[in-house]
Antibody
Framework: DVQLVESGGGLVQPGGSLRLSCAASGFTVSRNFMSWVRQAPGKGLEWVSTIYSGGRTYYLDSVKGRFTVSRDNSNNTLYLQMNSLRAEDTAVYYC??????????????WGQGTLVTVSS | QSVLTQPPSVSGAPGQRVTISCTGSSSNIGAGYDVHWYQQLPGTAPKLLIYGNSNRPSGVPDRFSVSKSATSASLAISGLQAEDEADYYCQSYDSSLSGYVFGTGTKVTVL
């Protein structure tokens, strides 16, 4: 069975950094397209970043230059390095597997999420 | 800021049929990108409900159906059940933003 387990969330001050992890099982991260999606408290879903199987990365405009998505093939783990954090980055962060297609793509498996709170 | 617009809430009695609209634009739904739907039960992660042209993952009942027109899409839930009470989101790809976009979300209440 496919399973995604996020960790690394917590309370951080504005301007601080945090690294989220997403441990995958049941499939190989490096052979798939992987994404991060976030949900601010009481709000809707927002796509944050995607890393293709070939390594190309894409980001939401508001996190470009601050967030970096990467993966560790030996540990089958996805990461999100978040720097220069702002209050508006406060959200539950989900990792999800993206199933690409010529007409876009959909997220077929999701983790349980990890909460990031940016506050002084 | 979501580029796909959904009604904030819809409600219906058990057994009734409700529909949720998802309105986009020429850079996402209107550009031919697929629309997908997710269900998020209270306090849980989103779950893929329907993808592409009415494809349902294993375990999703056929009470859920979709339709699509020029720049919009709809999710219909027939035979509404108490367990359907959740938030529902549409999702597509936007060529102007070069990224994936979600709808504003709709809360379904079973009366």
């Amino acid at each position: 069975d496919v399973q995604l387990v996020e960790s690394g969330g917590g309370l951080v001050q504005p301007g601080g950094s945090l690294r989220l992890s997403c441990a995958a099982s049941g499939f190989t991260v490096s052979r798939n397209f992987m994404s991060w999606v976030r949900q601010a408290p009481g709000k809707g879903l927002e796509w944050v970043s995607t890393i293709y199987s070939g390594g190309r990365t894409y980001y939401l405009d508001s996190v470009k230059g601050r967030f970096t998505v990467s993966r560790d093939n030996s540990n089958n783990t996805l990461y999100l390095q978040m720097n220069s954090l702002r209050a508006e980055d406060t959200a539950v962060y989900y990792c999800a597997r993206l199933r690409p297609s010529s007409q876009g793509g959909h997220f077929d498996s999701w983790g349980q999420g990890t909460l990031v709170t940016v506050s002084s | 800021q979501s580029v796909l617009t959904q009604p904030p809430s819809v409600s219906g009695a058990p057994g009734q049929r409700v529909t949720i609209s998802c309105t986009g634009s020429s850079s996402n739904i209107g550009a031919g990108y697929d629309v997908h739907w997710y269900q998020q039960l209270p306090g849980t992660a989103p779950k893929l409900l329907i993808y592409g042209n009415s494809n349902r993952p294993s375990g999703v009942p056929d009470r859920f159906s979709v339709s699509k027109s020029a720049t919009s899409a709809s999710l219909a839930i027939s035979g509404l059940q108490a367990e359907d009470e959740a938030d529902y989101y549409c999702q597509s790809y936007d060529s102007s933003l070069s990224g994936y976009v979600f709808g504003t979300g709709t809360k379904v209440t079973v009366l």
